[in-house]
């Protein structure tokens, strides 16, 4: 088995990074890739609901105020 010095090692390194970076930033994608499934039909539905019921808890804790026609106020304490 060969040995190597940690100065070799780091010679490499120094060498070599340059190029490698070139490469990363050829070969990485400037857009972002977005990971997500599709939602089912009755997941929607069942998501729409736990908001819906967590919203008016808030409404009757009073943590929801109502400032005006198209402002609301939310405490988050």
């Known amino acids: 088995m060969k040995k190597i010095s940690l100065d070799e090692i780091d010679n490499t390194i120094k060498e070599n990074r340059k190029w490698v970076n070139e490469k990363i930033r050829h070969n990485a994608s400037t857009i972002r890739r977005k ?36 402002c609301l106020y939310y405490d988050y304490n």
């Open 35 to 70: 990971k997500s499934r599709t939602r089912s039909q009755s997941e929607i539905i069942a998501l729409n609901e736990i908001a819906i019921a967590r919203w008016k808890k808030a409404e009757e804790m009073g943590k929801i105020k109502r400032l005006g026609k198209r």
